[in-house]
Structures are given as C-alpha cells and as structure tokens.
C-alpha cells in the first residue's frame, strides 16, 4: 500500500493539498515543501528541475507512489523531463512503477469552458510565464482562446511575508492586474497559476472587473486527480485510506508550522526532511 506525494517550492501546494483532502478524504498524503531552496520561480529550468526531481525521488522514498508536483514553476520547467526522461528509468526495475502528474495540464483542459469572449489572462510566477506552458498547453485544448500572460514576481514574496490586506500589497496587486488588463480589456477569465496566490484573493477582487471570473486551482486538480484515479483502478486500490497527512519542510519546521497553517486552513505540524543529495 502506498500514500499521495504532495510536493512544492514551500508554501503554495497546501491550497491544493487542502482541496485533495476535501475531494480525497479517505486517502493517504505526504507533503513536502522544499523550504530550503525557494522560491523556484526566477530559477533556470535545469535547477528547477534538479531541486523537484530531488523531492520528488524522497517523496518515492517515503512509500509515495503517486507525487502530485503542486507547483506551477515546477511544472512548467521539470514535469516533462521528469515523466519522459527520468521515470522511464526510474521504474525500469520496479514491479509497480511511479507515477508523477502536475497542476497546469488539468487546469488548461477546462479553461476554454469557463470563459465567453475566449480570452483568459494568467497571472504567475516569472519562471511560470517564461515557460510559456499555459500558452502551449492551452493552444492544445482550445486553439480558439487567446491567452494573456503577467509575471507577478513580488506576489510570493508579499504572502510568504504575511503582508496580505495592506495598503501597500493592494498598490502592487493593482500594479501587475492594470497591466495584464491593459492588453485586452475583453479578458473575462483569470487563473492564479500560481498556488500562493488565493491568499491574496480579496485584493484582486478589487482590481479583477466583475465580469471577470478568477480560478484558482486548487479544486480543478482535485477534481482531476479524482478522475485519474476512477480511469485507474488497480492503481486506486494500491493507495492507502486511513485518512492521514504528514508534513515534512527542509527548512526548519517550526518556522514552517505557524504560516503553513494560513496557507492549509488548519494547524500544521511538520517534521524536518533532508533531501539534499
């Protein structure tokens, strides 16, 4: 039996983690945040990927047979290279072979659903944008949709801060939206592709049009996730259920604890992971 790794630069993949205990409650999860190192957003992609693959193979160490990278920048920069490159290898000698999935690909297979005029803009980390992820994977789904894209590289850095409802986080806030509005106004669609950002979710509803929907990921990759599991049986029924989360950082985790649980909703108590090689 094994558990649902949940791995992330820090914070930001406990809003996610959140929606999969609400939409998953009976199965098994293992969270890591790689405190450490972050934030991953302005790093190269072969860093990115180094940093993920490394959380991700302790996560396998930690009976994880399934690892949900719920991290946008990682995502976009390692998610490939890993499932076509490293796994293959990685399982070549496993009699049940690893499984790693993302948070980008099930949120762009739903956009063009939810927006009218076929304009949606996307707010996120610098990493995330460059990728251009977003722009390619979407073009898959919905070629007709037109994305619009901003970094918002202070976002994190405000959050992690605990700056969130001032004066000064609504100015920049306003900031990086007025600009992203300000390539097409017809824009009815906004994703936070980045997990951090339903923190600051009263302020961009100031600044976000009314007609304007915001999606946050948390409850799209769950619900995607509920629907891999149902297209895969054998693999559901090899995951553990006894409704438990454990928590791990790599930074020092009593300093994790007390912002961890603004970001989970719920009190946080995490165990140091060492996952530096």
């Given at each position: 039996?094994?558990?649902?790794?949940?791995?992330?630069?820090?914070?930001g993949?406990?809003?996610?983690?959140?929606?999969?205990?609400?939409?998953?409650?009976?199965?098994?999860?293992?969270?890591?945040?790689?405190?450490?190192?972050?934030?991953?957003?302005?790093?190269?992609?072969?860093?990115?990927?180094?940093?993920?693959?490394?959380?991700?193979?302790?996560?396998?160490?930690k009976?994880?047979?399934?690892?949900?990278?719920?991290?946008?920048?990682?995502?976009?920069?390692?998610?490939?290279?890993?499932?076509?490159?490293?796994?293959?290898?990685?399982?070549?000698?496993?009699k049940?072979?690893?499984?790693?999935?993302?948070?980008?690909?099930?949120?762009?297979?739903?956009?063009?659903?939810?927006?009218?005029?076929?304009?949606?803009?996307?707010?996120?980390?610098?990493?995330?944008?460059?990728?251009?992820?977003?722009?390619?994977?979407?073009?898959?789904?919905?070629?007709?949709v037109?994305?619009f894209?901003?970094?918002?590289?202070?976002w994190?850095?405000?959050?992690?801060?605990?700056l969130?409802?001032?004066?000064?986080?609504?100015f920049?806030?306003?900031?990086?939206?007025?600009?992203?509005?300000?390539?097409?106004?017809?824009?009815?669609?906004?994703?936070?592709?980045?997990?951090?950002?339903?923190?600051?979710?009263?302020?961009?509803?100031?600044?976000?049009?009314k007609?304007?929907?915001i999606i946050a990921?948390?409850?799209?990759?769950?619900?995607?996730?509920?629907?891999?599991?149902?297209?895969?049986?054998?693999?559901?029924?090899?995951?553990?259920?006894?409704?438990?989360?454990?928590?791990?950082?790599?930074?020092?985790?009593?300093?994790?604890?007390?912002?961890?649980?603004?970001?989970?909703?719920?009190?946080?108590?995490?165990?140091?992971?060492?996952?530096?090689?």
């Amino acid at each position: 039996m094994s558990k649902i790794g949940v791995c992330d630069s820090g914070y930001g993949g406990l809003t996610i983690l959140k929606e999969l205990k609400v939409a998953l409650p009976q199965f098994d999860f293992v969270y890591l945040g790689d405190n450490a190192r972050a934030p991953y957003g302005d790093r190269s992609f072969d860093v990115v990927h180094e940093y993920t693959w490394q959380c991700v193979k302790w996560l396998f160490e930690k009976d994880c047979d399934l690892v949900i990278l719920a991290c946008n920048t990682a995502s976009a920069k390692a998610l490939r290279v890993i499932q076509q490159v490293d796994l293959p290898k990685y399982n070549a000698t496993l009699k049940y072979p690893k499984r790693v999935l993302g948070v980008i690909r099930p949120t762009t297979e739903v956009v063009g659903n939810l927006t009218q005029t076929g304009k949606v803009g996307i707010v996120g980390t610098l990493g995330t944008v460059k990728s251009e992820s977003y722009v390619i994977e979407i073009e898959k789904f919905f070629p007709q949709v037109q994305v619009f894209q901003e970094a918002c590289p202070i976002w994190v850095h405000l959050i992690e801060n605990e700056l969130m409802g001032l004066e000064g986080t609504d100015f920049f806030v306003k900031y990086h939206l007025d600009r992203l509005f300000h390539q097409n106004s017809d824009i009815d669609t906004l994703i936070l592709a980045c997990t951090h950002y339903p923190l600051l979710l009263s302020s961009i509803q100031k600044v976000v049009p009314k007609n304007a929907r915001i999606i946050a990921q948390g409850e799209i990759v769950a619900s995607s996730l509920v629907h891999y599991l149902d297209r895969h049986v054998d693999f559901s029924e090899g995951l553990s259920k006894n409704s438990s989360v454990e928590f791990f950082t790599s930074e020092i985790y009593k300093d994790f604890n007390s912002l961890a649980s603004v970001f989970y909703g719920e009190s946080v108590f995490a165990k140091h992971a060492e996952i530096l090689e």
